[in-house]
């Protein structure tokens, strides 16, 4: 069974000919498909004209939120309603289009885990749009380890265990390629259409790049660090620990042999606070060392996925 996915947020010119586009598609392929559409507190008709087409057909099944939450969470909520063995993800303002999704299927059925799309000839403004998801593409693919061409691209591939194994947050729906490298999902991209935007607006600007960049340190440390956390603060505290260790070592033995005053140097300062700093990173990294193992054990999680057992009984 296929879940398709479909955060909307005040599309409703957009829904329509999405919905009809999407059915052509869906039925030739012959499988069995539900289309699960996730109103992200739109403040136009998207509510209305979404009830009018779930009335109708009953393979659409409609998520309606109180309020406007974010992509994220439209997607989270879309993946925990979703029956399907694969979930395919896109968006509702037809730039995506729906005669992709057999390919992104072809892929899957080839046992890859995720399939990216790659809008390889992006309709979108070059400085404000394409530029720096260009930058923010590079940065995550070097950081994470999982090269891609276009995180930002919603139209994706899952199969529905590797898409519900995350509680999802604040804007890490576009990571889920990365974060899922940490269980050793296998992942592709393949080219995909983006069309023009013809009706409504863009929900995204410039400053969405900060708010990526941010996240791209929180990814690395979630597929790196997770369990060893006190090696990233241990790490640093140590360093900081040893450099003011150090300079007071020097002040120390200055005062000694030559009899210098010390007492009115910055450098003084710097060393305490050094030594401080580092002690204040080492005791973070034991703390979160003991954070991470209460959240293991709490929710019965292994820090390990099996893919296979031969002669094993549970």
């Given at each position: 069974m296929?879940?398709?996915?479909?955060?909307?947020?005040?599309?409703?010119?957009?829904?329509?000919?999405?919905?009809?586009?999407?059915?052509?598609?869906?039925?030739?392929?012959?499988?069995?498909?539900?289309?699960?559409f996730v109103d992200d507190g739109s403040e136009d008709r998207t509510p209305e004209v979404l009830k009018e087409i779930a009335e109708k057909d009953k393979k659409v099944k409609v998520i309606r939120f109180r309020r406007n939450y974010g992509q994220t969470a439209a997607m989270y909520a879309g993946f925990e309603h979703a029956r399907g063995d694969v979930i395919i993800t896109m968006d509702a303002d037809l730039q995506n289009d729906p005669e992709d999704i057999p390919r992104l299927l072809e892929k899957v059925e080839e046992g890859y885990d995720i399939v990216s799309g790659w809008r390889k000839d992006r309709k979108d403004p070059f400085l404000s749009r394409k530029l720096p998801s260009k930058i923010a593409n590079w940065i995550i693919s070097k950081v994470t380890g999982v090269e891609l061409h276009d995180y930002g691209c919603t139209l994706k591939a899952y199969r529905a265990e590797i898409a519900k194994r995350y509680r999802l947050y604040g804007d890490m729906h576009r990571f889920l390629p990365a974060l899922a490298k940490r269980f050793g999902a296998r992942i592709t991209e393949i080219p995909v259409r983006h069309h023009p935007r013809l009706y409504g607006r863009s929900k995204y600007g410039i400053g969405r790049t900060v708010r990526v960049i941010l996240d791209i340190f929180l990814v690395k440390f979630l597929n790196e660090y997770i369990t060893k956390p006190l090696y990233v603060f241990g790490g640093a505290g140590f360093f900081l620990f040893l450099a003011g260790f150090l300079i007071e070592l020097y002040l120390t033995l200055l005062k000694l042999f030559t009899g210098a005053d010390i007492g009115d140097r910055p450098l003084l300062i710097l060393g305490v606070l050094l030594i401080l700093a580092g002690i204040q990173l080492i005791s973070t990294g034991v703390i979160a060392e003991l954070i991470i193992r209460t959240y293991y054990e709490s929710r019965g999680e292994k820090p390990y996925v099996i893919e296979e057992k031969i002669n094993v009984e549970d």
């Amino acid at each position: 069974m296929i879940s398709i996915v479909i955060p909307a947020y005040n599309e409703e010119e957009n829904i329509p000919v999405l919905y009809e586009k999407l059915k052509k598609v869906l039925d030739s392929l012959g499988k069995d498909y539900e289309i699960i559409f996730v109103d992200d507190g739109s403040e136009d008709r998207t509510p209305e004209v979404l009830k009018e087409i779930a009335e109708k057909d009953k393979k659409v099944k409609v998520i309606r939120f109180r309020r406007n939450y974010g992509q994220t969470a439209a997607m989270y909520a879309g993946f925990e309603h979703a029956r399907g063995d694969v979930i395919i993800t896109m968006d509702a303002d037809l730039q995506n289009d729906p005669e992709d999704i057999p390919r992104l299927l072809e892929k899957v059925e080839e046992g890859y885990d995720i399939v990216s799309g790659w809008r390889k000839d992006r309709k979108d403004p070059f400085l404000s749009r394409k530029l720096p998801s260009k930058i923010a593409n590079w940065i995550i693919s070097k950081v994470t380890g999982v090269e891609l061409h276009d995180y930002g691209c919603t139209l994706k591939a899952y199969r529905a265990e590797i898409a519900k194994r995350y509680r999802l947050y604040g804007d890490m729906h576009r990571f889920l390629p990365a974060l899922a490298k940490r269980f050793g999902a296998r992942i592709t991209e393949i080219p995909v259409r983006h069309h023009p935007r013809l009706y409504g607006r863009s929900k995204y600007g410039i400053g969405r790049t900060v708010r990526v960049i941010l996240d791209i340190f929180l990814v690395k440390f979630l597929n790196e660090y997770i369990t060893k956390p006190l090696y990233v603060f241990g790490g640093a505290g140590f360093f900081l620990f040893l450099a003011g260790f150090l300079i007071e070592l020097y002040l120390t033995l200055l005062k000694l042999f030559t009899g210098a005053d010390i007492g009115d140097r910055p450098l003084l300062i710097l060393g305490v606070l050094l030594i401080l700093a580092g002690i204040q990173l080492i005791s973070t990294g034991v703390i979160a060392e003991l954070i991470i193992r209460t959240y293991y054990e709490s929710r019965g999680e292994k820090p390990y996925v099996i893919e296979e057992k031969i002669n094993v009984e549970d």
